[in-house]
């Protein structure tokens, strides 16, 4: 089994001119600022401000921001609801020439899915230390029990995806 390859990329990405993966900086903006406005999708409807994108080929193929409340449904992350969509427009539960774009980083339920669906890379924008399990917490795709180890892409719109979940909780406590 191949090991995890982990990236943490800067937050301005204008003087990097390609990245590993072949796509410009501007795209990872683009695929991010997707994410983000998932994000902001959320906050319209009191959800937790977390928001995905599934990418193939270039193209947006799954979209999703958090719905539990909205649906009842303690599984329903941006991340799950994502891969939900982009599952059932291949028709296919394997997503392996897919990419995941989020503004956290991936809790542990949502790691399992991501290495269930086997999508091939991972974009995060916020680290989240109390409930991440991506470079925090459990380390989920390092677990010998881990089947399938996406690549990692980490800090990606970090400030931005942070900045907005600190202005949800801060709004909800005052």
């Keep these: 089994?191949?090991?995890?390859?982990?990236?943490?990329?800067?937050?301005?990405?204008?003087?990097?001119?390609?990245?590993?993966?072949?796509?410009t900086?501007?795209?990872?903006?683009s695929f991010m600022g997707d994410a983000l406005e998932q994000a902001h999708a959320a906050v319209a409807v009191d959800e937790v401000p977390v928001g995905a994108v599934i990418v193939r080929d270039g193209h947006i193929i799954g979209r999703g921001h958090n719905r539990t409340r909205i649906d009842q449904d303690p599984t329903a992350h941006a991340e799950i609801v994502a891969i939900r969509q982009a599952a059932r427009f291949l028709g296919n539960d394997r997503l392996?020439?897919?990419?995941?774009?989020v503004t956290l980083e991936p809790c542990t339920m949502c790691a399992g899915a991501i290495a269930h669906a086997r999508l091939r890379r991972l974009y995060y924008g916020a680290e989240d230390p109390k409930g991440?399990?991506?470079?925090?917490g459990v380390h989920f795709f390092d677990a010998p029990t881990c089947h399938?180890?996406?690549?990692?892409?980490?800090?990606?719109?970090?400030k931005r995806s942070a900045e907005l979940l600190l202005d949800f909780f801060r709004g909800r406590r005052d």
């Design 148 to 158: 399938h180890r996406p690549e990692v892409y980490a800090g990606i719109e970090g």
């Design 96 to 101: 392996d020439d897919c990419d995941l774009w």
């Design 25 to 29: 900086a501007a795209r990872y903006t």
């Design 132 to 136: 991440g399990a991506v470079d925090s």
């Design 1 to 23: 089994m191949r090991e995890p390859v982990r990236l943490r990329l800067p937050i301005a990405f204008e003087p990097l001119p390609r990245y590993s993966t072949g796509m």
